[in-house]
């Protein structure tokens, strides 16, 4: 087909390189022809597929699997039907132009079979042995041999979970190299305590398994090694009755009732539950012993400041970096290694540390003092982000306090965005034009959060000094 009308041969004039985004198609396109040509010849019986599904019924039938560059043919241990393969490839051959690598080609024994060697030599390929390893995977070893999946879950391992999860944090999954500022372990501590709230997925683990075994449902927690894990951490929680044996199978636990086919178990916890493993209704929860497992932290930190407060999440996010020490001043990329002057690249004076840069630099502290001029407040400024956050949340009520708590981070956010613009882009904005950017990006959060009926900038800076407010109004 050339332009949607059939047309006759042409001469091709041009290869597709290694690596082309276009080859896997091309060669799923020509794969095809094989399939058709193997399904067409089991279908006259010149070779026969092994047949899927139980004997009884006249199940599949398989005479290829083709996964990209790999392709398995099933037929008998005939003579004859290796001759008529060996013709499938030729043809093949010929209707493509893709020669098929006998060197790499393998013809495998299932079961007992006799003249091997002269069936490989009708197809000239070498002779294999299961198991034998197709798609990265063991093929024709037990499937219940731990020595099979050992390898496998050390393939997934190596694929960490967590480890895709840090990557996505700090900065997406591309390959760009990206820094992780905050250590996991904070990240993964509870949001009240200045983590990110996520769940580490070994203890996650451990805490759903303990969940089901307490609900007393047989587990399959993985394979082989896992099995046998899962089995400690049931026989410290249970006892089990038949001769107390820790090694009894699950089934000997099963008891069927006189009547019905329900099963029950048939055993005790060997102590009471502790408060924690129970949910409010006193059944055993997964998240409290997951809290339990990564151990309770009496770490404070302000987390309401940053995540109770109609803020865009990216901003929330580099404030909570922030509040660490975490940003990427000077003195956290000389840690990383770089030989910086370490001087503030804003004031020149003083040294670039985030509490430094974000609240007491020069343009920081205008900054601070013109916003709280614009609030009618008079406020004792604290040494650190922190400090700052803990005392500024609702220190005016719960309900005149919704935009006051948006300043920090609107103003944070513009100094550092400013930090920025001078360190990449060599430029600077004059205090006004700060002052300016401030308040837009303020009025812009409040209406984008309903915190203001206003429409203009000016009504809505107006509207923000709290001693201008008439004692019956609110914001
Ligand atoms: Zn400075």
Known sequence: MVNGSPSGFFGSSRGLRQGDTLSPLLFLLVMEVLGQLLRRTEEVGLIRGFKAGSATVSGLSISHLLFTDDTIVFCDADRDQLLHLRMVLACFEAVTGLGVNMGKSELVPVGEVSSVDQLAEILYCRVGVLPMSYLGMPLGSSFKASSMWNPILEKIERLSIEKLQRKFLWGGLGDGFKYHLVGWNTVCRPIANGGLGIRRVVMTNRALLGKWLCRGVLMVVGFGKGIMLGRDLFSQHIELIPGQDKSASLASVLSRL??????????????????????????????????????????????????????????????????????????????????????????????????????????????????????????????????????????????????????????????????????????????????????????????????????????????????????????
């Not at 009496?298 to 109609?310: C, G, T």
């Not at 580099?318 to 509040?323: E, K, S």
């Not at 060599?426 to 308040?439: A, C, G, R, T």
């Open 258 to 475: 006189d009547e019905g086919v329900q099963r029950v178990w048939n055993f005790s916890f060997i102590r009471d539950f502790n408060d924690w493993e129970m949910d409010e209704h006193g059944r055993f929860g997964s998240k409290s012993f997951y809290q339990a497992l990564i151990g309770q932290s009496n770490i404070h930190f302000p987390w309401k400041a940053i995540w109770r407060v109609k803020a865009p999440r990216r901003v929330a996010f580099f404030v909570w970096t922030a509040a660490w020490g975490k940003i990427l001043t000077c003195d956290n990329l000389m840690r990383r290694g770089y030989s910086l002057a370490g001087w503030c690249c804003m004031c020149r004076k003083e040294w670039e540390i985030g509490d430094h840069l974000l609240l007491h630099c020069v343009q920081a502290s205008d900054l601070w003092s013109a916003v709280l001029r614009s609030f009618g407040v008079c406020w004792v400024f604290p040494n650190s982000i922190k400090d700052l956050l803990y005392g500024w949340f609702n220190s005016f009520g719960k309900h005149e306090s919704e935009i006051w708590n948006l300043v920090p981070l609107c103003l944070l956010w513009i100094v550092w965005r400013e930090h920025n613009h001078h360190i990449f882009d060599d430029m600077e904005h004059s205090p006004s034009k700060l002052v300016e950017l401030f308040f837009g990006l303020l009025f812009d959060w409040a209406r984008v959060g309903g915190l203001t009926p206003m429409n203009s900038l000016a009504d809505f800076v107006a509207s923000l000094c709290f001693t201008c407010i008439p004692s019956t109004g609110s914001l």
